[in-house]
């Protein structure tokens, strides 16, 4: 396969008794690598079915940087399948968000799960401006492959760091369309879960959440609030980075992305360690959602699937890659000014918080709104799934806020019926359900 062409796009119907999936279950899936550039990146759609392009077109996003979007979103949040506890079989999602979209998911940058690049140099040299334009230039290529899905409503998502991601490509996107009028994307909005918005607002509301929830010492929440305040998020000062560790030892042993729930005391450290990537539901939350993934694509049999370049596969595949985090380049300390900019456009954007996480919390994602000074159109209120509350929201002019009661910081992982009654909602561009009036029956 040579530069700046793709390799053919193979659809497989899975109908195997091979330990790597279900018996008799049949799922439109698709893996591409992606070659642009030298770039090798490896792209998964998985296409809602029997008429795929009559249902909008959602792009998906994971953080990091440097996590990949198929071993999180994928695998662990609303993809149709996740890995049981030994690595290697797999178990339906019921709440997969394919029920109701085509979902594309891409590892970006280069150097994130499979991604590659025949110059080991641009590995170290990603960044937000550098992504966001690859990302467009992906896309573009991708619709050209495959232009049944022009004329799809196409959506673009994804959470924690990706709320760089999919603003900063939202971005691309509509300043494309204004200069090339015939060959537009047929962009209608974008919507970001627990998401990095603002560095100053972020750190805030998370040096407010740990401190309010007891996790923090007084201390601790001062000097946090003196060292920290105004800084980079990704490249902290020497200070900065020792009190952080102040405060992680505090924490003790809990999962700071879903502090309610158990941990897995095999992958503490890589949990800590990664400060704004992506966590871990079946009837019973299972912690180690990220070890069964590491064992589940580092199996051959289940990289030929997926298509893998063996010349180019990692000697050891990771879900998030430490040498993309450590070497990133450039990152906006804000992307509320892209906000401004793009809500008077009339796209939909969406805002969902888990409220039990503790790196991008709830109260960081509160601030960073307000900071945009909309005006209110519907107070805030609860919602509901099956007369339950699901979560809060408030509606402002040209933005939605959604909270999902429960979650941490990958919420459709934690609570996926309501992460997928949620996009249902976004899809359909409707506020999110109310409580039914109850019809009582005669006693009698």
Same mark, same amino acid.
């Given at each position: 396969?040579?530069?700046?062409?793709?390799?053919?796009?193979?659809?497989?119907?899975?109908?195997?008794?091979?330990?790597?999936?279900?018996?008799?279950?049949?799922?439109?899936?698709?893996?591409?690598?992606?070659?642009?550039?030298?770039?090798?990146?490896?792209?998964?759609?998985?296409?809602?079915?029997?008429?795929?392009?009559?249902? =909008?077109?959602?792009?998906?996003?994971?953080?990091?940087?440097?996590?990949?979007?198929?071993?999180?979103?994928?695998?662990?949040? *609303?993809? =149709?399948?996740?890995?049981?506890?030994?690595?290697?079989?797999? &178990?339906?999602? @019921?709440?997969?968000?394919?029920?109701?979209?085509? $979902?594309? &998911? *891409?590892?970006?940058?280069?150097?994130?799960?499979?991604?590659?690049?025949?110059?080991?140099?641009?590995?170290?040299?990603? !960044?937000?401006?550098?992504?966001?334009?690859?990302?467009?230039?992906?896309?573009?290529?991708?619709?050209?492959?495959?232009? /049944?899905?022009?004329?799809?409503?196409?959506? $673009?998502?994804?959470?924690?760091?990706?709320?760089?991601?999919?603003?900063?490509?939202? /971005?691309?996107?509509?300043?494309?369309?204004?200069?090339?009028?015939?060959?537009?994307?047929?962009?209608?909005?974008? %919507?970001?879960?627990?998401?990095?918005?603002?560095?100053?607002?972020?750190?805030?509301? %998370?040096?407010?959440? %740990?401190?309010?929830?007891?996790?923090?010492?007084?201390?601790?929440?001062?000097?946090?609030?003196?060292?920290?305040?105004?800084?980079?998020?990704?490249?902290?000062?020497?200070?900065?980075?020792?009190?952080?560790?102040?405060?992680?030892?505090?924490?003790?042993?809990?999962?700071?992305?879903? #502090?309610?729930?158990?941990?897995?005391?095999?992958?503490?450290?890589?949990?800590?360690?990664?400060?704004?990537?992506?966590?871990?539901?079946?009837?019973?939350?299972?912690?180690?959602?990220?070890?069964?993934?590491?064992?589940?694509?580092?199996?051959?049999?289940?990289?030929? $699937?997926?298509?893998?370049?063996?010349?180019?596969? @990692?000697?050891?595949?990771?879900?998030?890659?430490?040498?993309?985090?450590?070497?990133?380049?450039?990152?906006?300390?804000?992307?509320?000014?892209?906000?401004?900019?793009?809500?008077?456009? !009339?796209?939909?954007?969406?805002?969902?918080?888990?409220?039990?996480?503790?790196?991008?919390?709830?109260?960081?994602?509160?601030?960073? #709104?307000?900071?945009?000074?909309?005006?209110?159109?519907?107070?805030?209120?609860?919602?509901?799934?099956?007369?339950?509350?699901?979560?809060?929201? /408030?509606?402002?002019?040209?933005?939605?806020?959604?909270?999902?009661? !429960?979650?941490?910081?990958?919420?459709?992982?934690?609570?996926?019926?309501?992460?997928?009654?949620?996009?249902?909602?976004?899809?359909?561009?409707?506020?999110?359900?109310?409580?039914?009036?109850?019809?009582?029956?005669?006693?009698?």
């Amino acid at each position: 396969m040579t530069n700046c062409e793709w390799s053919q796009l193979l659809f497989l119907c899975i109908l195997t008794s091979t330990p790597l999936f279900l018996n008799n279950i049949n799922v439109a899936f698709a893996t591409d690598p992606f070659v642009e550039q030298e770039k090798d990146r490896i792209v998964s759609a998985l296409p809602d079915h029997p008429d795929p392009t009559s249902k =909008p077109l959602l792009l998906w996003f994971n953080g990091g940087p440097g996590c990949s979007s198929i071993a999180y979103g994928e695998a662990e949040e *609303i993809g =149709p399948f996740r890995i049981n506890t030994d690595g290697k079989t797999l &178990y339906l999602n @019921p709440y997969s968000w394919n029920q109701v979209a085509n $979902i594309l &998911y *891409i590892d970006s940058p280069v150097g994130t799960g499979f991604s590659y690049s025949n110059n080991p140099s641009d590995i170290l040299n990603n !960044g937000d401006k550098r992504t966001a334009d690859e990302n467009l230039i992906f896309l573009l290529k991708w619709f050209t492959r495959f232009p /049944q899905y022009k004329k799809s409503d196409f959506f $673009i998502s994804g959470e924690s760091y990706a709320g760089h991601y999919v603003s900063q490509l939202s /971005q691309l996107i509509v300043k494309y369309n204004s200069a090339t009028k015939q060959d537009s994307i047929n962009f209608k909005g974008y %919507m970001v879960g627990n998401a990095l918005l603002d560095d100053f607002h972020d750190q805030l509301g %998370m040096f407010q959440f %740990m401190w309010s929830s007891g996790m923090i010492s007084d201390r601790t929440f001062k000097l946090l609030n003196l060292l920290c305040d105004f800084q980079p998020v990704e490249h902290p000062s020497k200070s900065c980075d020792k009190m952080w560790d102040i405060a992680f030892d505090e924490l003790g042993n809990i999962d700071p992305y879903s #502090i309610f729930t158990a941990t897995c005391h095999t992958n503490d450290n890589q949990r800590v360690k990664r400060k704004h990537s992506a966590g871990r539901l079946r009837s019973v939350y299972d912690p180690c959602t990220e070890k069964h993934s590491s064992i589940y694509f580092n199996q051959p049999e289940v990289q030929r $699937i997926l298509h893998v370049d063996p010349n180019h596969k @990692p000697e050891k595949w990771q879900t998030c890659s430490d040498v993309v985090f450590t070497n990133w380049k450039d990152s906006a300390r804000t992307v509320l000014d892209i906000y401004r900019e793009l809500i008077p456009t !009339g796209l939909r954007v969406w805002i969902f918080s888990g409220n039990t996480d503790a790196i991008i919390p709830i109260t960081s994602t509160r601030y960073s #709104i307000n900071a945009l000074k909309l005006p209110t159109v519907s107070p805030w209120r609860a919602w509901y799934d099956d007369g339950e509350v699901g979560g809060w929201t /408030q509606e402002y002019t040209g933005l939605t806020f959604v909270t999902v009661r !429960g979650a941490g910081h990958e919420v459709p992982l934690h609570r996926p019926k309501l992460a997928l009654t949620l996009f249902k909602s976004f899809l359909a561009g409707t506020s999110m359900p109310t409580l039914e009036p109850l019809t009582l029956a005669a006693s009698y």
